[in-house]
Structures are given as structure tokens and as C-alpha cells.
């Protein structure tokens, strides 16, 4: 009896002690829920539910249009042209800047002396002022003072308006958004190099991979995996969410050419005061970023190796 009493007693206080340790974990993760809570789940409920209204600014009052909203999506032909102008944006930032990034991240890497100062260099951008960066682009690419076309013009071609028309105005906002990004992508793709064991690149040597680009396919690429998959994802949900520059450089313009999805939703909300239809935009911007989330991992994650 004594033996099954103190069996009892064990169990019971291996139960209390689960308890506690389940309360104290609770306790210790109740901020984070709270702020999730508070800061995500919360305005996204939100701007579910005014995308469904006709909600705006300085109106008391506000009615339920169903989807009348995104029916009106449909055939607005500046969010039309915002969404394209925001795919060609991305699909020239995001794999140029991926390419860029690892082609650095290597050739500082192998580099022995100047690592520091390289990494510094091209990490500059990720951490400067956009705001204070936009002025040097801007004089950058001015059609008469600049010093691009001011180079284009000792080979004797003639310099566009780089930001001031419309053929051009996407590609040089591209050209920014690339700057911006390769110095992040680089961090990364370093962190992935320098966690490949050295040894790995010893044996493939041994077995046959003499060049530096054999070593590069059969050890260093299938390694970079799990960091390529992030990259790419970091890479697109950022190039998709393109706001700052197009602002401050644009305005959207000229003619809309330069116009893109944040850019819209801001103008709907803010300037024209249209909360209701700058929510359905939000919800058609959150659930692109969604799929194309869900389409990386879908295509990339079954060919990612984990080591």
C-alpha cells in the first residue's frame, strides 16, 4: 500500500509541476499573443470588414455594400495599371537583386583582407536614409545636370528624362529598388556561405570537382538552400511592397507610369479619404502576398536541402 501511495503522490506532483511549467509558459508568451493581437490579427479583421463598406473619413455614418467594392476593382483602371506596374517592378527587382546579392556575397568571401570594408560598403544602402538617398538619386538621374546622362553623352547618345517620362520612369525606380536590396540579400547569402562546412569542398575536390564553378553546383548551391528560399521570399514581398521611393521621387507619376499598389491604397485612404475601397485594395494586396508566399514554398521547398 505504501508503495502505491507514494506512486500516487509522484504522479500527482509530476502533474502540479506540468501545470506550473504550462502557466509559467503562458505567462512568459501572453505579451507576444497580446501584441499580435492588438497590432495584426486586429487590423486585419478591421480592414476585412471596411473593404465591405463604403466607410469614409469624416463620415459618421457609413452602409454595407457587400462586394461592391471589389467589383468596382474590376474595371478601375488605375488600380489595373498599379497592379501591372507593380509585377514589372517586382519581376525586374527581386531576381536581379538575388543574382547580384549571391555574386557579392562570393566574391567577398573568397575575398581575405578587405572583407570587412567590402561588407560595409555594400550593406551602406540597407542602412541609409531613404529619404536622404532619394535626393542623390534624383540628381543622379536629372536630365541636364546628372551625371548619367552627363556619361551617356561623352559616348554621344541622349540621355532620357529618366524620372520625367514615362518609358523610362519604371526601369530607373527599378534601378533603385536593385540598390536597395543587394546589400541585404548579400548578409544573407554570406550567413548561408559561412555556415557550409569547409570540409564538404575537401571532399568534392577529391572527387573530381577541380573549378571553383563545379564546386560551386555540387557543394555551395544545393547548401544555400534554406537561405535561397528566404531570400527569395524577403526578396519579392519587399519588391511588391515598393512604397517610399515611388513618393518621394514619382508621385506615381508621369501619367500613372510609375504607379504601384501601396502607392494606389495610400491615395485612396489618405488623400482621397475612400477608406472603405482602400481596405478591398488591402485585402487584394494581402492576399497576393499570400499566394506568392504560399507559391515559393509550394515550388521551392521540395527542392531546398536541409543539412
Known amino acids: ?37 492588438l497590432f495584426v490579427l486586429l487590423p486585419v479583421a478591421a480592414v476585412i470588414f471596411l473593404g465591405f463598406t463604403d466607410f469614409e473619413l469624416g463620415y459618421g455614418k457609413f452602409r454595407f ?13 488605375t488600380f489595373r495599371r498599379s497592379l501591372w506596374n507593380t509585377s514589372v517592378y517586382t519581376a525586374i527587382v ?20 578587405a572583407r570587412g ?14 529619404v536622404a538617398m532619394a535626393t542623390v538619386w534624383q540628381y543622379i538621374f536629372h536630365p541636364t545636370i546628372g551625371p548619367l546622362n552627363a ?6 547618345i541622349p540621355g532620357p528624362n529618366w524620372l520625367g517620362a514615362s518609358s523610362t520612369v519604371l526601369y530607373s525606380l527599378s534601378i533603385i529598388g ?19 562546412p569547409r570540409e564538404l569542398y575537401a571532399a568534392a ?33 519587399n519588391a511588391v511592397k515598393v512604397f517610399e521611393t515611388v513618393k518621394m521621387l514619382t508621385d ?32 487584394v494586396f494581402l492576399a497576393i502576398l499570400v499566394v506568392l508566399m504560399l507559391l515559393q514554398y509550394r515550388v521551392l521547398d521540395r527542392r531546398v536541402h536541409y543539412a
Open 1 to 37: 500500500m505504501s508503495s502505491v501511495a507514494l506512486a500516487g503522490n509522484v504522479a500527482s506532483a509530476a502533474a502540479l509541476r506540468a501545470r506550473s511549467e504550462d502557466r509559467t509558459a503562458w505567462l512568459l508568451v501572453a505579451p507576444a499573443i497580446v501584441l499580435l493581437l
Open 65 to 77: 455594400v457587400g462586394f461592391e467594392n471589389y467589383a468596382h476593382l474590376l474595371n478601375d483602371r
Open 94 to 113: 527581386a531576381p536581379v537583386s538575388i543574382m547580384l546579392g549571391l555574386g557579392v556575397a562570393l566574391l567577398i568571401e573568397g575575398e581575405g583582407r
Open 117 to 130: 570594408f567590402f561588407r560595409t560598403v555594400y550593406f551602406l544602402p540597407v542602412a541609409s536614409l531613404i
Open 151 to 156: 556619361l551617356l553623352s561623352l559616348a554621344g
Open 178 to 196: 536593385i540598390w536597395q536590396s543587394v546589400g541585404f540579400n548579400m548578409v544573407l547569402f554570406l550567413a548561408g556561405l559561412t555556415a557550409i
Open 205 to 237: 575536390h577529391v572527387d573530381g570537382a577541380k573549378s571553383a564553378l563545379d564546386r560551386f553546383f555540387l557543394v555551395t548551391w544545393p547548401m544555400l538552400g534554406p537561405t535561397t528560399l528566404f531570400v527569395v521570399t524577403i526578396s519579392i514581398t
Open 252 to 283: 506615381g507619376g508621369p501619367n500613372k507610369a510609375s504607379e504601384v499598389l501601396l502607392f494606389t491604397i495610400y491615395q485612396e485612404g489618405f488623400v482621397y479619404l475612400r477608406v472603405g475601397y482602400a481596405s478591398a485594395m488591402t485585402v
